[in-house]
């Protein structure tokens, strides 16, 4: 099975953003079936930052707090719902499932299970999970051709030629995704068990960086309960957003909302608020109702916004204006 994206398709993709957001024909937002809801992300929250949510239009958060003590996680899911907010998601984020030492490995794993018994408490259901970084030399994002076993998820090339360069990386992203399958092999029936979902996120650290790949990752497990949480920024570099939604399709429990701005060379970016980068938000909308996507898009950065600004341009996204 092989995925890339081509020079041409990577600089079109950078010439997109300077066209705005007007490429392609918005869907009234009375055709969409599909309902988006919008959040921020917070620690623990207390009465006045739930306020300030509810106040801005949030309809609720994603908490950072995965190791909050069992009364204090009860109290805010009951500070949240008496201000008509949900804690939908926690953030665990990164572990390191792939280190050398068991005894490493096995902590992270203990950590996430305490993340999804948090995330009960909270009300929320499921836990954002990275589950480790891999290193190596790799091909620019517009030169990845990755091939691997459909069955094994053994990857064999990264790009075109000679792969020698490459071969650490190969070996690394391998090793990865043998421990992380078996970590999260061993966390499914504590998620079975609280009713919260193992949610894999996309990040910059050198897995899964085609839409196929993570897609038969996180589909490899044939579980409920494990999903992707899909970032929206995150890789854009190696393929634009829709395509990554409609790989995962009905595997996605949660969205990131955020924006990454590539450069008009296709050499590299800068993430930046959303609405002003790269991202085509029209076409990524019209990607959620497609796979059928109804749930909770939460921004992560823009901080340097206001929380009604932050709302307004991910009511437009929503609209899909």
């Known amino acids: 099975m092989t995925d890339g994206m081509n020079r041409r398709g990577f600089l079109a993709v950078s010439a997109a953003a300077g066209a705005g957001l007007a490429l392609a ?5 009375a055709e969409f079936k ?12 207390d009465d006045p930052t739930l306020a300030a949510l509810k106040a801005a239009g949030f309809a609720g958060m994603e908490c950072t ?21 949900s804690i939908h998601s926690v953030l665990r984020g990164w572990c390191e499932f792939n280190h050398a030492e068991a005894a490493k490995v096995q902590a992270d794993i203990d950590s996430m299970k305490t993340a999804l018994q948090t995330a009960q408490r909270l009300g929320a259901d499921a836990v954002l999970l990275v589950p480790c970084r891999v290193g190596g030399a790799q091909p620019d994002p517009w030169a990845f051709r990755l091939e691997f076993d459909p069955s094994t998820l053994v990857v064999s090339r990264v790009a075109e030629g000679d792969n020698a360069p490459f071969a650490e990386y190969i070996k690394a992203q391998n090793h990865a995704t043998e421990t992380s399958r078996k970590a999260v092999e061993a966390l499914i029936p504590t998620a079975e068990k609280c009713g919260v979902a193992i949610a894999l ?8 960086v085609t839409p196929e790949f993570f897609a038969a990752f996180v589909k490899s497990f044939k579980s409920p309960w494990v999903k992707a ?11 634009p957003t829709p395509k990554w939604i ?3 399709g009905d595997r996605i429990a949660k969205c990131h909302v955020k924006d990454f701005r590539l ?5 590299g970016g800068d993430f930046v608020d959303i609405c002003d980068g790269s991202n085509d938000w029209v076409a990524v909308r019209a990607a959620l109702e497609r796979v059928g996507y109804s749930g909770w898009l939460t921004i992560e950065g823009s901080d340097g ?15 899909g204006a």
């Open 25 to 29: 024909p918005a869907i009234g937002a």
């Open 201 to 208: 996120e996309n990040v910059w650290n050198n897995l899964w």
């Open 65 to 85: 707090a995965w190791d909050a003590p069992a009364a204090a996680a009860e109290a805010a899911r009951q500070r949240a719902a008496a201000q008509g907010l």
């Open 305 to 319: 916004l206001s929380l009604t600004e932050q709302h307004r341009r991910l009511d437009l996204i929503i609209r």
């Open 263 to 267: 450069k008009p060379d296709g050499k």
């Open 229 to 239: 949480y899909l970032d929206l920024g995150n890789h854009i570099k190696y393929a």
């Open 246 to 248: 409609d790989a995962l």
């Open 34 to 45: 599909t309902t988006l809801r919008q959040a921020l992300i917070r620690g623990l929250p």
